[in-house]
């Protein structure tokens, strides 16, 4: 059990949530907080209640999680063309991000949130739900998301303020519920909000408005929230189509070996759905390259533990759990990355998580080379073992519990 504030850890996490949109989708950075502070600070206005506005907060950051390879496809190929792709206008990703969220545990009924999240008040968006039928906590998001989406509003000015305003207002009992548009124009008189929304301030902003609310989580909980961010950073490039879920499955199957106590074996799990979280932040057109990578493109992939590191060294609790998770391209000899650590400042955790990411990412196919054998990648991960840059106890333990599958 743990004693934390959700939302807290939704915007840990969601830091590199928010380069995936703007790195593929051409979205604006922060986006996903942007629209999350917006439907916050109107819900407050409107008097919602706090537990209601955890969930709006938490649904909001994960608005647009649905993303999935098809979509990214669809906006390569866009690019390709030098057209623009808006992630935004692809229907599936309500219903694919509502489907990812369904295991949170939410305060509040938020039953179709995020799927009914682009649905206008006048019927016209992708399901056609109407007026009030519209559930507010949707309208709200849908408001602040369209609104950055056509205003980009982490660059605010006087004029843009007014345009704004004047197209919120035509925009009443059309795209939005004449009560959002009321309660926002009134929001919008304070100089501080719109001050709130700028990159510099969005992440303080957002935290002095969050309901106060901690609850008791337990870690079954966190590890079913941490398998939507898995599935989001799977989905982002075809070549890890299911890595970091495999991964975890293995490293619980291992933990089971060692007969790791229960609340040890969610933390494993939880490591392994977020150990590659800061590939969010890389671009596919690196994770996506399917010949070899050159030296200044492996510099920059490898960066990406760095930023699973600055995600999870946030989140109070996951001390240790981030140690494991980001030690995963360190080596033995002091030759991994990003801070060349040794034999003795690798746990055995670490040690555990490094040997199965390597054999979890050898079963894979990759577009040079099929998935490998059992056996052949036992005599890589072996060699690596006799180059003294990864654990010989375990490799042979993971021989032990895989040779068989
Ligand atoms: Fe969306
Ligand atoms: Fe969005
Ligand atoms: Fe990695
Ligand atoms: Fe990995």
């Not at 949170?104 to 009924?109: K, Q």
């Not at 704004?164 to 926002?184: H, S, T, Y």
């Amino acid at each position: 059990m743990m004693n934390i504030n959700l939302n807290e850890l939704l915007l840990s996490l969601s830091y590199t949530l928010d380069f995936v949109e703007m790195d593929v989708l051409g979205v604006t950075s922060n986006h996903s907080k942007r629209v999350a502070y917006i439907a916050n600070r109107l819900a407050l206005f409107l008097g919602s209640h706090p537990e209601e506005r955890y969930d709006l907060v938490a649904c909001a950051i994960l608005h647009d999680n649905g993303v999935t390879k098809y979509m990214l496809e669809m906006a390569a190929r866009a690019k390709k063309h030098k057209k623009k792709f808006v992630l935004e206008n692809v229907k599936e990703h309500c219903t694919i991000g509502q489907k990812n969220i369904e295991n949170y545990p939410f305060l509040t009924d938020v039953r179709d949130v995020i799927k009914y999240h682009h649905e206008a008040y006048d019927g016209s968006g992708f399901f056609g739900v109407k007026g009030m039928e519209i559930p507010m906590m949707s309208q709200l998001i849908f408001f602040g998301d369209y609104l950055d989406n056509k205003f980009n509003f982490k660059l605010i000015h006087y004029n843009k303020i007014k345009q704004v305003e004047q197209f919120i207002q035509e925009q009443a009992n059309k795209l939005f519920a004449p009560e959002i548009v009321e309660a926002f124009m009134q929001v919008s008189q304070q100089s501080s909000f719109w001050l709130d929304l700028s990159d510099n301030f969005i992440e303080y902003a957002i935290k002095y408005t969050l309901p106060e609310i901690k609850r008791e989580v337990t870690w079954c909980e966190l590890q079913q929230i941490t398998e939507i961010f898995s599935r989001i950073i799977d989905n982002k490039s075809e070549f890890t189509l299911r890595h970091s879920h495999d991964l975890a499955n293995k490293v619980e199957k291992m933990a089971r070996y060692y007969k790791k106590d229960e609340i040890e074996v969610l933390q494993l799990k939880i490591a392994a759905n977020l150990h590659d979280l800061g590939k969010l932040a890389i671009s596919n057109e690196i994770l996506d390259k399917p010949d070899r990578l050159k030296e200044d493109e492996l510099y920059l992939i490898r960066q990406h533990t760095y930023f699973s590191r600055i995600c999870l060294s946030q989140i109070e609790g996951f001390e240790e759990l981030t140690e494991w998770a980001c030690n995963h391209h360190e080596k033995l000899d002091g030759s991994g990355y990003p801070f060349g650590l040794k034999k003795d400042a690798l746990d055995f955790n670490s040690r555990l998580i490094m040997c199965l990411d390597i054999y979890q990412a050898l079963m894979e196919e990759r577009p040079y080379r099929e998935g490998l054998s059992h056996e052949k990648g036992m005599s890589i991960l072996r060699d690596m073992v006799d180059a003294q840059l990864i654990d010989g106890g375990i490799v042979e333990d993971v021989h032990d519990v895989f040779k068989s599958s």
